[in-house]
């Protein structure tokens, strides 16, 4: 049976209650838990009689733009500061290499096959925009695994440091909480505010919910250790009787904070099914890129954005700085570039829209790729796919969702830190960076260090086309409108346009957003 907190233990937990609630509805207000508003393939129609758009940057907004452009008839020309297309949309694989800002180069030495997204790295179901050009262009998906009730949950101040299996956390706060309001249902604490129909069908629920006995306690048993499992578990043979599992004490599992990680699985964003490109995510911008790439032109930098009644041009120079400078220009411009860049480049933009450029900040954020020499984690724990939740800097640890049983060398995303818990790798040499990776990781799996092959990481403060992770709104209400609008003729897409910051989905639906305001003023005026 479980031991009960005392009112100053509940007190505290309602109030850590109370704030995750809040921090729910502020993710809400950033588009974090927000659906997708895509209702199908956009329709421009109507001639726009030789008109052309230029278009700074080869992301997915960019090529999303051009793609749908040129199908409605537009003459269309990308630039791009790379030298292939993405942007964030970015996989590294076997034999790339990657420049940060600072000259450190990292040379990726997985082995063949093997790969590594800095970006973005699922798809969820609700995401119907990126889905459906999926579909349309014929990238593959498979299951994205995000949600594993037998991988770790791991604070460095409970279980003296010891990763504990989700699942045990997960059961015992549930029942935890089950016992104790089934006894305060029971003592009559409720009766004001549940009737007895609903009484008995809240006690009802509770022996359910929590895995109850009929006592309504919470306590040791088979039916319990059928869902936080088994201390001996069932098998054939002589010796199969399986032997319960001990439940961990109520006051314990409050105190040691795990259960701030329970709902990670269940917030929108999160719930399954998921979904990831078959060989990385890069296969979403390839499709793309194979249908208007002809439009691009690559290793490009843009200095300079002028407009006048009539047009809109881009003097750029190569990606290196050494080239003299070019001109492009076009009647329109649909501007991709990330506000963090945006703002340092020369532009003819009205007060107001300049504004909001100067004053968007971007999000810290570090991801590793580690690599090594045996899927350790399935052979040894029996984690397949899912996610592994830390307080260490690392965050977190995400087992790949393929290539289950394999032999050989798999990568691990080997932490996922964002926002000011980010900044003590961005000063970090990538050396070291991948040294704190294995030192946090291996307090979960010791076996870190001595099945550790090669690693890379990605700081997004210093990734040059980007200078941050994706863009945060200081005050959205006051200035968002204002992002949207047309600025002479200029039009702003990204997923720093969006309501749902830092995904894909935000990316393709600001642009679909964007070149339908455009189109609407060419035909109409």
């Known amino acids: 049976m479980i031991n009960h907190p005392t009112r100053r233990t509940i007190l505290s937990m309602i109030g850590a209650a109370a704030g995750s609630s809040a921090m729910y509805a502020a993710m809400t207000s950033l588009g974090h838990a927000a659906e997708s508003p895509y209702n199908g393939p956009i329709k421009l129609d109507g001639d726009p009689r030789g008109a052309k758009v230029l278009i700074l940057g080869a992301g997915l907004a960019g090529m999303t733009a051009a793609l749908e452009l040129r199908a409605a008839g537009y003459e269309v020309e990308i630039l791009e500061y790379r030298e292939k297309a993405g942007g964030r949309c970015w996989t590294l694989h076997s034999g790339d290499s990657y420049t940060e800002l600072g000259g450190a180069t990292q040379k990726v030495d997985f082995a063949e096959g093997n790969y590594f997204n800095p970006g973005p790295w699922r798809i969820p179901h609700h995401h119907h925009a990126l889905l459906d050009y999926c579909r349309r262009l014929g990238v593959a998906l498979e299951p994205f695994i995000q949600g594993n009730q037998n991988a770790y949950l791991h604070s460095s101040n409970a279980f003296d440091g010891k990763p504990m299996r989700f699942r045990e956390i997960n059961a015992d706060y549930r029942g935890g909480i089950s016992d104790l309001l089934a006894k305060a249902t029971n003592a009559g604490a409720l009766d004001e505010a549940v009737s007895p129909s609903d009484r008995e069908a809240l006690m009802a629920s509770l022996k359910y919910y929590g895995v109850l006995d009929d006592e309504f306690n919470y306590r040791k048993g088979d039916h319990l250790s059928a869902y936080r499992g088994w201390a001996k578990w069932p098998g054939g043979g002589a010796d199969a009787r399986p032997e319960p599992s001990e439940p961990i004490d109520f006051a314990t599992v409050l105190q040691s904070k795990l259960w701030s990680k329970l709902l990670e699985d269940q917030v929108t964003d999160h719930q399954e099914t998921m979904f990831q490109p078959v060989g990385g995510m890069d296969r979403i911008a390839a499709a793309f890129e194979k249908q208007v790439g002809d439009l691009i032109k690559y290793n490009c930098k843009v200095t300079q954005i002028r407009q006048n009644d009539q047009g809109v041009t881009v003097t750029y120079v190569g990606s290196d700085g050494t080239s003299e400078p070019r001109t492009a220009s076009g009647d329109w411009c649909v501007c991709t570039i990330p506000f963090s860049i945006l703002s340092q480049i020369e532009a003819d933009l009205s007060s107001e829209m300049q504004s909001v450029v100067d004053n968007m900040p971007y999000a810290e954020g570090t991801k590793f790729g580690l690599e090594f020499k045996r899927r350790f984690w399935e052979q040894d724990e029996h984690i397949y796919g899912g996610i592994t939740y830390t307080d260490l800097p690392i965050t977190l640890i995400s087992y790949p969702s393929t290539g289950y049983q394999s032999d050989g060398p798999a990568v691990l995303l080997g932490g996922y830190p964002w926002g000011a818990i980010s900044n003590q790798f961005t000063a970090m040499s990538p050396e070291d960076r991948i040294k704190w990776a294995l030192e946090y990781g ?41 992002a949207t609008r047309i600025d002479g003729r200029i039009l702003m897409a990204g997923e720093h346009v969006s309501y749902l910051p830092a995904w894909q989905e935000g990316a393709i639906t600001s642009a679909l957003d964007a070149i339908s305001r455009l189109h609407d003023r060419v035909i109409n005026g």
């Not at 979960?444 to 090669?454: A, G, R, V, W």
């Open 442 to 482: 291996s307090h979960i799996h010791p076996q870190y260090m001595d099945e550790f092959k090669t690693g890379v990481s990605v700081v997004w403060h210093r990734v040059p086309w980007t200078l941050g992770c994706y863009g945060l709104w200081r005050d959205r209400e006051a200035n968002y409108d204002q």
